[in-house]
């Protein structure tokens, strides 16, 4: 069964995008498909399918299993695939859409290997990097890629401008001062844009870590559900001042720890 949207077409198993890119691989030559996927393609191309992968899912990195909602059709309710991931996207583009990568992507996929190039020399001469931070090490020392590092490829989009950002809080940051407050009831009211916000492991609620308008960190734990999935949410609060500290794996940063945390 197949229910025809907006844009795409969807089935429990597929969609086809924009209602003609069906990146369904089995069409295609089995042999064909592995001897090209092990052979690998040049990195600037699997990058760039990876930025036009990325818009197709409307600028959000899906996972292996694909996202999957329920959707009204003429037959009621169904449980379809929403979108697939953006690994899988990526394969298709390679092996039959490479028209879809534009000089526009390839420019940015140099653009983004030219900023990972340079982050990662350090990272390398650290001898401290993580399994994924590895992966992309490989990648970048690679001519061509093959289908063990498509995954890897597909979140590097994401990657760039997660880091990117958090490059830009950290700049923001850097004058980052200890909060203090000269009112007798102990109160300070402040403007926040939430950076994280993570349910805690011991306790109902939420860790939130956030900067201020004048670029001062703070952090916080609260119960309140309007900080469920609040990051790049702004507020304006009033709280109370629990202690001063620096921000977690960040020790020349200066943070604020708040407590009695509401909403005004």
Request: net charge neutral.
């Amino acid at each position: 069964m197949t229910h025809k949207g907006e844009k795409h077409i969807y089935s429990e198993n597929n969609v086809i995008y924009f209602g003609k890119y069906n990146f369904d691989m089995s069409v295609l030559d089995y042999k064909e498909v592995n001897a090209l996927n092990k052979e690998g393609f040049p990195k600037e191309q699997v990058l760039a399918a990876s930025i036009v992968a990325t818009e197709f899912n409307e600028n959000e990195y899906v996972k292996a299993s694909g996202k999957h909602e329920f959707q009204d059709t003429e037959h009621g309710s169904r449980y379809f695939i929403s979108k697939l991931a953006n690994k899988a996207i990526v394969e298709g583009i390679l092996h039959m859409y490479p028209h879809l990568i534009e000089d526009k992507h390839i420019q940015a996929a140099r653009n983004i290997l030219k900023e990972l190039e340079v982050d990662f020399m350090f990272k390398i001469m650290s001898d401290n990097m993580s399994e994924f931070e590895g992966s992309i090490a490989s990648v970048l020392a690679s001519d061509k890629i093959g289908k063990q590092y498509y995954g890897v490829c597909a979140y590097l989009p994401q990657y760039a401008v997660k880091k990117a950002l958090e490059k830009t809080i950290t700049d923001k940051s850097e004058a980052s001062q200890h909060l203090t407050t000269t009112r007798p009831d102990g109160k300070i009211f402040l403007n926040i844009e939430v950076l994280r916000s993570n349910p805690s492991q011991m306790y109902p609620g939420y860790n939130v870590s956030a900067i201020t308008d004048k670029n001062h960190r703070v952090s916080f734990f609260t119960s309140k559900e309007e900080f469920r999935n609040a990051q790049g949410k702004t507020f304006k609060i009033v709280s109370k001042i629990k202690s001063h500290g620096t921000v977690w794996k960040q020790d020349h940063i200066n943070e604020t720890r708040l407590n009695y945390v509401k909403i005004i």
